[in-house]
């Protein structure tokens, strides 16, 4: 899933704050200033993803005062994080579209995760026929959410559909 020309952060175990160094500071600037496309993987994967990201977006990106960037980032599989994690994590990305352009991108399983999580229900509701259908379901994570664009990937079928939300979808 990684995008061409992208450089895919690696997230280093610890908190920020206990782990940054002036030298890595420079590294992720130089980083962060030469490559056009940044993606955060696997969020929901990682210990402490949403400190590290913020904390990237703090004294990395926002310091470049570099707008031309696209920021790519990844949930991963939300269904075991509690919800105000979930918000802290969606409050960081919003905080690199201030400096970028951002995309969110998910497979069908993590988007339908992320919008039971929101909406307080359990997966098993989506096989209600009072649920709404997919598209409706993405849409209303992408109209609450401060990204440029949200992509997801639906692999189930014998092809791959990929179902894309923009600015001009809100």
């Known amino acids: 899933m990684t995008a061409p020309e992208s450089y895919v952060v690696p997230v280093l175990p610890g908190r920020w704050g206990e782990i940054k160094t002036d030298t890595m500071i420079q590294e992720f600037s130089a980083i962060f200033s030469s490559w056009p496309v940044i993606e ?3 969020w929901a994967g990682v210990s402490n993803a949403s400190d590290f990201w913020d904390g990237l977006y703090t004294d990395v990106a926002k310091p470049l005062k570099k707008k031309d960037t ?3 980032f990844h949930l991963g599989d939300v269904s075991k994080k509690p919800s105000f994690e979930i918000d802290e994590a969606l409050d ?3 905080d690199y579209s201030s400096i970028g352009n951002v995309q969110l991108k998910m497979d069908s399983h993590e988007a339908d995760s992320l919008w039971c999580k929101l909406n307080g229900c359990d997966t ?3 096989a209600d026929p009072r649920c709404p ?3 409706e379901r993405y849409h209303f994570l992408f109209n609450m959410m401060n990204v440029g664009s949200l992509m997801v990937v639906d692999g189930s079928g014998p092809a791959s559909e990929i179902i894309f939300f923009c600015e ?3």
């Open 40 to 42: 955060f993987p696997d």
């Open 70 to 72: 696209r920021f790519i």
């Open 92 to 94: 960081i990305i919003g």
């Open 124 to 126: 098993a509701a989506l």
């Open 133 to 135: 259908e997919a598209q």
């Open 168 to 170: 001009a979808s809100r």
